[in-house]
């Protein structure tokens, strides 16, 4: 079972430099969501989706965009990288949002901006 | 608004003694609140959650969580800790919001266990 699987795992930006996260999962679930972790922060919820063309701003959207073209996938982009988010990013799905689910999540993707 | 606290940033304690990860919830109705356990270098793995009904939950490696609804509190417990359990924990809240359920996580709690 892959479940929910990220790439790339690591990555390093110069500030203003442009990427996408790709997020994929094969459970056929309908929701998913990117959170960001910070070192005592948390997780804090950046962008989710109910499905396929559905896509909604969570806690922290700013600096970040988000596509739902197909149930599978759902990329994170960066367009104009600060060092503000230096994080580690995680991908996550769900059968159920009411009520909530068990999320699934990815192994995450560390990204450093310089 | 809906939030979550774990006063706790780290914990230490010996294998095989006892484990309490306190968690308190903001929230004005019943809560739909979760454990989450995260290894290092992975995502984030469900050990149990809390809907409704019995209010002492049972999850999984040997944990367990109490509600209790007066104290706006979620505990995460378990009886004699092994070494394995060394991880960061997060205790989680639903938000409610534009009709859709979303996970609101605390900061963490990160336990350190000592041979």
């Known amino acids: 079972n892959a479940g929910v699987t990220q790439t790339p795992k690591f990555r390093i930006l110069k500030i203003g430099q442009s990427m996408t996260l790709q997020c994929t999962q094969d459970?056929?679930?309908?929701?998913m969501y990117w959170y960001r972790q910070d070192p005592g922060m948390g997780l804090k919820l950046i962008y989710y989706s109910v499905g396929a063309g559905i896509t909604d701003k969570g806690e922290v959207p700013n600096g970040y965009n988000v596509s739902r073209s197909t149930t599978e996938d759902f990329p994170l982009r960066l367009e104009l990288a600060a060092p503000s988010q230096t994080s580690v990013y995680f991908c996550?799905?769900?059968?159920?949002?009411?009520?909530?689910?068990?999320?699934?999540f990815g192994e995450g993707s560390r990204l450093t901006v310089l | 608004a809906q939030s979550v606290t774990q006063p706790d940033i780290h914990i230490t304690v010996s294998e095989g003694a006892s484990l309490e990860l306190r968690c308190n919830y903001s929230y004005g109705a019943t809560p739909y609140l979760f454990w989450y356990v995260q290894s290092p270098g992975q995502g984030l793995q469900l050990l149990l959650k809390?809907?409704?009904?019995?209010?002492l939950v049972q999850g999984i490696k040997g944990f367990e969580a109490e509600f209790k609804r007066s104290q706006s509190s979620f505990n995460l417990r378990k009886p004699s800790v092994h070494w394995s359990d060394a991880a960061e924990y997060f205790c989680?809240?639903?938000?409610?919001?534009?009709?859709?359920?979303?996970?609101?996580f605390g900061a963490g709690t990160r336990l350190a266990v000592h041979p």
């Open positions: 989680a809240v639903v938000l409610i919001s534009g009709g859709y359920n979303k996970l609101i």
């Open positions: 809390y809907f409704s009904g019995d209010t």
């Open positions: 459970m056929n679930h309908n929701y």
């Open positions: 996550a799905s769900s059968y159920s949002m009411k009520p909530p689910g068990e999320l699934f």
